[in-house]
């Protein structure tokens, strides 16, 4: 069964499905698939009440817009009301928002069926989704791999094709990484494209909602259903939404794409040519390499500025108005402070709060956080100069294909490491997308990743529509 | 404990700065649409920013910027075109995201300066370093059962802190610096200033250095001075303790202190080893604050001439004295209302000279009475302007003039009209005075004789007897001088 959002509008605008009947198969996919753990809560009676309506609508002609009908699975550290939100964490395991993301308002305002809150990394801390407090998502294309982190849910529900659509979030990468590493389309938009209200902050200058999808205009129709200026966020940038959606795959347009030399060094030769071979085969590619000299210092950058701002985002949760509160007869407030937290959060969450608070001490400032943000100007100078060249760059989303569960749980810096690709665009707030690529020797997807100058999305989508086409054709020949 | 005015000490020297947060007055708080209501139901008026629900984010209230630059005009401040909002992380219950929105290193306003003046304080200008903009937390409660209740009604509501520099050299200075920097709270309607409800709130630094000395001593903070009483008992008695500890030989530790209202005494709080390391980094979830000079200029347009300018000019225009420009100038409302008198008077300077003391005296007087805000003055301006034509066109006495007064407190209606109704005008028909001073002289043979004997105190009594038997409405200035002539027999 197709599992794209252009084939299933088809099928529900010429009566050969309807919503209900989405729904339904959706639900029972889920169940079958339930050992891949991508779901923490599911919305079974509402999404069935939304797709009546939205079935009622559509019979008296009224068709809300491209997502109308359709099922789409929202991240749990989107808020959704009256839909228990848990951030996949024990913290806030029985927490139900009194509210909707402005991400989740407009998908219902569009007539998406909010099908289900998927698994992630807790509080999206994560690269392979194994920091879960409701335990690891599995990679749909093989059972013993992780899905990628941190919305390893939402990607695995999309390979899975149990819905066509989700929503991520990106922070340095959580988007991306999971749609490489299974195989789907993911888009992390430019910063203060898509409105963060409702979404629970990790890092609140890196933070973007992002869609997945199987194909680049499934992802591009969910993108454009969510962006947009919101005045519950300031961040938030009047900037107009625009037609995404509508991108065609023209190769008699001629595009300049940067290769940065820091990215294709150093890798495999599987890794190479999963990464050349399309780019070189495309008509009208002027490939060209680029370089940004910053690029060490990304990594370090990231965690030094994400934990700093995680440490404070993650103080709310003290135990004192919502969330697990842990209270020995008799304790004090500290007591209840540390006990709650120390019950409500797992390691990896614990970790990047003291890293954060370290980052942020007296004393520390300058060496770590101002540093960081000083790292952080040079890395955004790098890309500006790149794109004075070029008109998109592309790399690999991830330096490997799908690992094996377990492979690096007690190793941070080298589960840090796997995104690497991925952290300097958030750094620089730019817009990248992960694509499917060729499949490695196990069958597994690379991914690759298309970056676009700030707001150009347009760019990014067109360009990403002709690889896209390049690699189905390939795909063709490999198979 | 000593007292004394430590500006007389030959000794040593007092230095004080003052922090004081004035909430903003705004409809609503400074990052949610909450309203806010002194006194409403606890945690009634809270939304899911204020509480820090997660995925939350604060948006700027554009009136508090407005009023909080409003203010910054008013003190002389420059106003930076752009200014960054920090995160002050520190856990407590009644701060619901465990980080105060504050600004730190780069506030909206930095410099300026108020004059100050009062009886005891020779005029003098304090220095301001900045003012910045913050939300407020909310309020906790500690119940005896050990539990603690927490009411986040005031979390987020939004307050401007405004720091001077150490320009104060006694305690009577820092109480007349904060009068006036609520007079221009209170004038600019940045704040109300009121103290009970939390609205001003003022904490001081607090050396002591020997007098002649350059280097400023060891400080202390001092927290919790809640009324403008408290900070004048609180200053004093911390200064006398530096002082004590100091001439004991001994050494001022940087400690913050609380004011214990009722032992009366400053309690240890916290060391500054043990002061919060609150990791300021700048606010993520709002962008620079950025005020174009078009926006500075609209809000210098609403600016109202404030109370030192007021009292300079009445003083000039009106040859006023320092005291009554100071006392007419207080409030906004009442130096509006004089204003009002005086340009029907035509700012004659005799004239306004007693314009100003009916409402430094009367008018003040039932007021406080009556608790009544000067808004809420029941008798206009022009009224009592008619009523003081009446007293120097000889129409009514002092006396009827009071009553007068009282009569249009009560209710409103034309001055001449009430006067003739109740048949309060004043003679000044001499043949009138003549023939009832006729009646009393003939009436009191003896006292005419010992008055013309020598006993001259007597006309009093006579007056006394002429005004009553005129029920009080004999011409004064007459009277007497026809009571001079007929008993003098000089007519």
């Keep these: ?479 | 404990m000593s007292t004394t005015d430590i500006t007389k000490n030959p000794k040593w020297e007092a230095v004080i700065g003052l922090e004081v947060h004035a909430q903003i007055r705004t409809n609503s708080k400074l990052f949610c649409g909450c309203p806010i209501t002194f006194g409403a139901e606890a945690n009634s008026q809270t939304c899911p920013v204020c509480s820090g629900m997660p995925g939350t984010l604060p948006v700027i209230n554009k009136k508090a910027v407005d009023l909080a630059i409003r203010l910054g005009l008013a003190i002389g401040s420059d106003i930076h075109d752009q200014s960054i909002f920090a995160r002050k992380n520190y856990f407590y219950p009644d701060l619901p995201n465990g980080y105060q929105i504050s600004q730190f290193d780069k506030p909206l306003c930095t410099g300026g300066g108020i004059w100050i003046e009062g009886k005891d304080v020779p005029r003098r200008w304090i220095r301001m370093t900045r003012i910045h903009m913050e939300n407020d937390a909310g309020k906790s409660s500690h119940g005896e059962d050990g539990y603690s209740l927490v009411d986040l009604n005031r979390s987020g509501v939004a307050l401007c802190e405004i720091v001077s520099e150490p320009d104060m050299r006694s305690p009577a200075e820092a109480m007349s610096y904060m009068k006036s920097l609520r007079s221009i709270l209170r004038y600019t309607e940045v704040s109300d200033g009121n103290m009970e409800e939390g609205s001003f709130r003022c904490d001081a630094n607090i050396s002591v250095r020997p007098r002649g000395q350059k280097k400023l001593g060891t400080k202390t903070e001092l927290k919790n001075m809640n009324s403008f009483r408290f900070v004048g008992q609180a200053l004093n008695y911390e200064i006398q303790r530096h002082i004590d500890v100091l001439e004991a030989g001994g050494v001022i530790e940087q400690d913050t202190r609380l004011w214990d209202t009722r032992k009366q005494v400053s309690v240890f709080m916290r060391s500054k080893e043990d002061a919060h390391d609150y990791r300021y980094f700048p606010e993520p979830d709002l962008l620079p604050l950025r005020v174009s000079p078009e926006r500075i200029e609209q809000v210098r347009a609403t600016l109202p001439e404030l109370a030192d300018a007021r009292s300079q000019r009445y003083q000039q225009e009106f040859s006023l004295p320092a005291y009554d420009a100071g006392v007419l100038t207080a409030e906004k409302a009442l130096a509006e209302y004089f204003e009002a008198g005086a340009a029907e008077l035509g700012g004659a300077p005799a004239k306004v000279k007693s314009l100003s003391n009916w409402i430094m005296g009367d008018v003040l007087r039932r007021c406080k009475d009556e608790s009544l805000e000067v808004t809420a003055i029941p008798l206009p301006p022009h009224r009592l302007v008619q009523l003081i034509g009446l007293i120097d066109d000889d129409v009514i006495s002092g006396k009827i003039a009071k009553k007068l007064f009282d009569a249009l407190w009560e209710e409103d209606g034309d001055p001449m009209a009430i006067v003739t109704e109740r048949g309060w005008v004043q003679v000044s028909d001499t043949g009138a005075i003549d023939e009832v001073i006729s009646r009393i002289l003939a009436a009191h043979p003896s006292e005419v004789e010992q008055f013309r004997g020598g006993k001259v105190k007597l006309k009093g009594f006579f007056v006394g007897q002429v005004m009553r038997e005129m029920r009080g409405q004999g011409n004064p200035k007459l009277v007497n001088q026809r009571l001079s002539a007929l008993l003098e027999g000089q007519d």
């Excluded at chain 1, 068709?63 to 228990?84: E, W």
């Design chain 1, 1 to 479: 069964m197709s599992n794209h959002l252009s084939e299933l509008r088809a099928d529900l605008d010429n009566g050969k499905t309807t919503s209900t009947s989405l729904v339904e198969g959706a639900l029972q996919s889920a169940q079958e698939q339930s050992q891949l753990n991508a779901f923490i809560s599911m919305n079974a009676d509402q999404a069935l009440a939304a797709a009546k309506t939205a079935d009622e609508e559509r019979a008296q002609g009224q068709v809300r817009g491209p997502l109308h009908g359709i099922p789409v699975a929202i991240k749990d550290n989107i808020c959704t009301q009256g839909l228990r939100t848990t951030c996949a964490s024990r913290f806030l395991e029985n927490f139900v928002p009194g509210y909707d993301a402005t991400v989740v308002s407009r998908l219902r305002q569009s007539g998406a069926i909010i099908f289900g809150k998927t698994n992630c990394d807790e509080f999206a801390m994560g690269s392979s989704n194994e920091n879960s407090a409701f335990g690891p998502v599995l990679n749909p294309h093989d059972l013993n791999c992780v899905p990628g982190g941190s919305s390893g849910g939402s990607a695995a529900v999309v390979a899975a094709k149990i819905v066509p659509l989700s929503l991520g979030s990106d922070t340095g990468g959580s988007v991306r990484q999971p749609a490489a590493l299974c195989g789907v389309v993911g888009v992390k938009p430019t910063y203060g494209r898509v409105s963060r209200n409702g979404l629970v902050a990790f890092g609140s200058s890196l933070d973007q909602v992002g869609p997945f999808a199987s194909d680049v205009v499934g992802a591009a129709t969910l993108l454009e259903a969510i962006a947009g200026p919101d005045p519950m966020d300031s961040t938030c940038a009047d900037r107009p939404t625009l037609a995404w959606s509508e991108v065609t795959v023209d190769d008699s347009q001629p595009v300049r794409v940067g290769l940065p030399r820091e990215y294709t060094e150093g890798l495999s030769e599987a890794a190479r040519s999963a990464l050349l071979e399309p780019l070189e085969a495309m008509d009208g590619v002027e490939l060209v390499e680029v370089s940004l000299p910053h690029t060490d210092f990304a990594i370090a950058t990231y965690y030094v500025l994400a934990s700093a701002e995680a440490s404070a985002n993650l103080a709310r949760y003290d135990g004192i108005r919502y969330g697990v509160r842990v209270q020995e007869p008799g304790a004090g407030l500290d007591e209840v402070y540390v006990a709650s937290r120390s019950q409500g959060f797992g390691p990896e969450v614990k970790r990047r709060i003291m890293l954060g608070t370290f980052a942020l001490s007296a004393g520390y400032y300058d060496a770590y956080y101002a540093k960081a943000c000083q790292a952080r100007d040079a890395i955004r100078k790098d890309f500006e100069d790149a794109f004075a060249q070029v008109d998109v760059l592309a790399s690999l989303t991830a330096p490997s294909t799908a690992f094996e569960l377990g492979s690096k749980t007690n190793d941070p810096i080298s589960m840090y490491l796997s995104d690497i690709f991925t952290v300097p665009a958030s750094l620089a707030g730019l817009p990248a997308m992960s694509l499917p690529g060729r499949l490695d020797a196990r069958g597994l997807p690379w991914g690759l990743q298309v970056l676009a100058p700030h707001w150009e999305e347009s760019a990014m989508f067109r360009f990403a529509a002709r690889l896209e086409a390049q690699v189905a054709r390939q795909r063709g020949e490999q198979q």
